[in-house]
């Protein structure tokens, strides 16, 4: 089945490009079926790259997926033009009377600031605790997922000496997990953050599991089956050219920044590098969606009274 987005957004072309099946407002009318609303709370500054890095790992799925486009009311995206944010996105003020049966809240960049230094934590906090009872899974990333865990957990984070920055191994540590389904025994992901987070700090009570870990960069992957919530530390989601951008960038700014480690062929910056886990993305994805398709309520209003758990999970 297609990802219904707005026509004019510009992920739509850029999808239909790539082959993904996206639909119009009348293709889904036709379909009588209740499409699975998915929202996407966009923290991060390049709102349009990641609008397409997300609706392309949503659109891959078999079902009718609706993804609803959030962003923070009380900050002022400086990266996106507002022409763009008023004809795709709604305020989470103005999306909270929502139910959804699934949210993604996407990194953002203030991981050197303490979460309380942030100007919308406030927000966030508010935020967080609404998906309890208006979502029934949410699928945290990178800041997202620290800032998360340390709402509900009060997992703390640490600032590293130097930027984990490149693709690295992992390693699955329950295959069983059914968000695991189809992956292989180790695996590259994109690592992009100057914070970590470690498992010494999960408290054995806590309900979280861990499902991906690195040997050289540590947790990737938590499941917490009790609050329908995945933990995604790392950007499964990048394209092929992600890193390099950031790499590029920060030397642009004259920031101090090593060449991505595992990326570059033979570590040369003018080569293209290779995208070894555009398939373990789609699975991941793939499989996270699957799971909120079969255990949401069928009526949308009935998600959080009470609150359901993946059972499988």
């Known amino acids: 089945m297609p990802i219904k987005i ?48 997300i609706a392309r790992l949503v659109g891959a799925t078999p079902l009718q997926v609706e993804l609803s486009l959030v962003r923070i009311g009380s900050h002022r995206a400086k990266n996106t033009s507002e022409d763009h944010l008023l004809s795709f996105y709604n305020t989470w003020d103005e999306v909270k009377h929502r139910k959804f049966d699934g ?12 979460y309380e230094d942030v100007t919308y934590w406030d927000e966030m906090r508010a935020i967080f605790d609404w998906t309890e009872t208006n979502v029934h899974s949410t699928l945290n990333i990178c800041w997202g997922a620290m800032a998360a865990i340390y709402h509900f957990h009060r997992v703390p984070k640490y600032t590293l000496s130097e930027k984990a920055f490149g693709v690295y191994r ?6 069983s997990s059914p968000y695991l389904l189809g992956f292989s025994d180790d695996f590259a992901v994109p690592v992009s953050r100057w914070t970590d987070v470690l498992e010494k700090d999960i408290r054995p ?10 040997d050289k960069t540590g947790l990737c992957l938590v499941a917490e089956k009790r609050g329908n919530r995945l933990y995604m530390f790392n950007h499964v989601e ?9 790499y590029f960038r920060d030397r642009a700014a004259g920031v101090e920044i090593g060449l991505p480690e595992n990326y570059f062929p033979e570590d040369d910056a003018t080569r293209l590098p290779l995208n070894r886990w555009r398939s373990h993305a789609h699975l991941l994805f793939g499989n996270w969606i699957n799971q909120v398709y079969q255990t949401t309520e069928y009526d949308l209003d009935g998600v959080g009274l009470p609150a359901r758990v993946l059972e499988e999970a």
């Not at 079926?33 to 890095?53: A, D, S, W």
């Not at 949210?103 to 303490?114: H, Y």
């Not at 992992?170 to 295959?175: K, M, T, Y």
């Open 238 to 246: 990048y394209d092929s050219t992600s890193l390099a951008d950031e």
């Open 170 to 175: 992992h390693r699955i540590l329950n295959p």
């Open 6 to 53: 707005p026509d004019q957004l510009p992920a739509f072309q850029t999808l239909r490009d790539e082959g993904v099946s996206v639909m119009t407002d009348s293709m889904a009318i036709r379909q009588d079926i209740r499409p699975l609303q998915i929202g996407l709370l966009n923290l991060m500054p390049n709102k349009v790259k990641t609008e397409v890095q």
């Open 103 to 114: 949210f993604i809240i996407t990194g953002a960049p203030v991981e050197m600031l303490d």
């Open 205 to 214: 009570d806590s309900g979280l599991e861990v499902l991906m870990t690195s």
